[in-house]
């Protein structure tokens, strides 16, 4: 069996960008790693991605956006998940249930039980082993957001994006309590330091945990 480690986050905490650097680093030391993102992550999803991000579709009522989280991600952890876990590799994936719990339970305000229900039925047994929680304040996580949709070619997605700072005040509280309630699954990170240095600090923490499930 793999080792399951997911990022989480605010828009624009830059776990992104961590996520690639421990992937890197994870391969040249000789992991089999698989690194992959949601909403997305195969053809399927990635078609409801563009459903879900499009600016335009602001009318989306939360329930129809939860159906469709859960929906792209019973596909990617089917396609693509599972079967990495099965082959032995380390699957990184950028955002996951939490995200869910964050975004649609604390940021949206739908109940606790229906978000646990849709994530437990996309998520065949799967849960993470490991979660890397990227913490930064909401107002410098929006603005670094904003610069990178601005500076981008392809589609803008930001419907997220283009809601009022107190859902993102939200969000950030509802990652906060999920970790302070599950410690020994999450690895708070403070994204205050430089690139190098979060990447030097989450890596030498994976490392520890791996070392530890396979010592
Ligand atoms: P990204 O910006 O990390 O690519 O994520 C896309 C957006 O989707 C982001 O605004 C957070 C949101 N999201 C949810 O609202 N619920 C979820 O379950 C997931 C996976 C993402």
């Known amino acids: 069996m793999g080792f399951f480690i997911t990022f989480e986050g605010i828009e624009g905490c830059g776990k992104t960008t961590q996520i690639r650097n421990l992937s890197d680093r994870l391969t040249v030391a000789g992991y089999n790693t698989l690194l992959t993102r949601e909403p997305g992550g195969c053809r399927i999803a990635d078609k409801i991605r563009a459903i879900l991000l499009d600016a335009e579709n602001q009318g989306m ?10 929906a792209a991600r019973a596909q990617h952890v089917a396609e693509v998940i599972v079967p990495a876990m099965n082959s032995g590799a380390i699957v990184l994936c950028d955002r996951f249930t939490d995200a869910t719990i964050a975004y649609q339970h604390n940021g949206r305000g739908i109940e606790r039980a229906t978000i646990d229900s849709l994530n437990s039925l996309a998520c065949q047994s799967l849960s993470p082993d490991l979660t890397v929680l990227m913490d930064c304040d909401v107002a410098t996580g929006l603005a ?16 997220f994006e283009l809601e009022a700072l107190p859902f ?3 969000v950030r509280d509802g990652y906060l309590r999920l970790a302070a309630d599950q410690p020994n699954r999450f690895l708070t990170i403070s994204a205050s330091g430089t690139i190098d240095e979060i990447s030097r600090e989450i890596t030498e923490r994976v490392l520890e945990r791996l070392a530890l499930k396979t010592g």
């Not at 009522?61 to 859960?70: D, I, K, Q, S």
């Open 61 to 70: 009522v939360p329930l129809t956006e939860l159906l469709l989280y859960a």
């Open 144 to 159: 670094r957001a904003k610069r990178r949709i601005e500076g981008a070619s392809g589609p803008r997605e930001e419907r």
């Open 168 to 170: 993102h005040q939200r």
